[in-house]
């Protein structure tokens, strides 16, 4: 691993690069790196270090083709990705969404602190057996996925606030009509359900889940089509649930 460090060091990068030995390609704590294009990716087999480690930076991805088991590890970060393929070979991959990236075959796309807007992009996450793709915000990391946008899909991805905050201003979360997807929360994880422009449609879920003192937020109308009516929408115990905001008292 090369690890480079700096309060003023920008990197520029664009380049093919492998990592054989599973020991991660670049570990980087600096002001800013650009990635350009390039193919990066990992060993064959599944390792525990990721292609790239940054901390207290700018990273900005402009294009590329990265694959590996693990590929991004951000933290203290801001992270805009504009354009590029991601393909995980195993376990999972990290990354963040702000406009038409592709992330294929993943396991985890991870938030670690920060606030997120998820745009645009596509993705599809794994199917082995019981275990599908997880878009999971943890610590104090807010992800907030706008309203409908015809250039992002979701499809094998369920949605986890694990400490973190997921804001979903939209409905329709997954293109699949046979793999339901879930909206989870745990350790005091916050679900915030708002749209004052139109009511999100929550096409192919399964159930909202807060258990164990979390909070689910309803700020606004949303309307769903079940497929088992005997089964609930919302599965809520020991937790916090708000429906609606208390309009402004004008004095």
């Known amino acids: 691993m090369l690890a480079l460090a700096g309060s003023y060091f920008n990197l520029n990068l664009n380049a093919n690069i492998n990592d054989s ?39 900005t991805i402009n294009s590329g083709t990265f694959i590996a088991s693990k590929i991004l590890n951000i933290n ?4 805009n990705i504009f354009e590029g393929t991601f393909t995980g070979s195993s376990q999972g991959a990290i990354g963040i969404s ?13 938030f670690n602190g920060g606030m997120t807007n998820i745009d ?8 082995r057996e019981s275990v599908y793709g997880q878009i999971k915000t943890i610590d ?24 973190g905050h997921l804001i979903f201003e939209v409905g329709l979360l997954s293109r699949s009509q046979n793999r339901k997807f879930f909206i989870l929360a745990s350790e ?6 708002k749209n004052t422009i139109s009511g999100p449609k929550f096409t192919n879920i399964d159930q909202i889940i807060c258990n164990d003192k979390n ?33 402004p008292i004008d004095e």
């Open 76 to 79: 203290q970060y801001i992270l």
């Open 120 to 127: 645009y992009g596509y993705f599809t996450g794994i199917q």
């Open 21 to 59: 030995t599973g020991q991660g390609l670049i570990s980087f704590s600096g002001n800013q790196l650009t990635i350009t294009g390039g193919f990066y990716s990992g060993p064959s087999f599944s390792s525990t270090n990721y292609l790239f480690t940054f901390s207290n930076i700018l990273v």
């Open 188 to 193: 005091s994880g916050i679900i915030t359900i």
């Open 140 to 163: 104090s990391s807010e992800v907030t996925i706008i309203e409908d946008n015809e250039n992002r899909t979701f499809l094998y991805i369920d949605f986890n606030a694990v400490g």
């Open 215 to 247: 909070t689910l937020n309803i700020f606004t109308g949303f309307s769903y089509s079940p497929e088992n009516t005997s089964q609930a929408l919302i599965q809520t115990f020991d937790s916090t649930v708000v429906i609606g905001i208390a309009s």
């Open 98 to 110: 702000n406009s038409y990236p592709t992330f294929i075959d993943l396991e985890l796309i991870q």
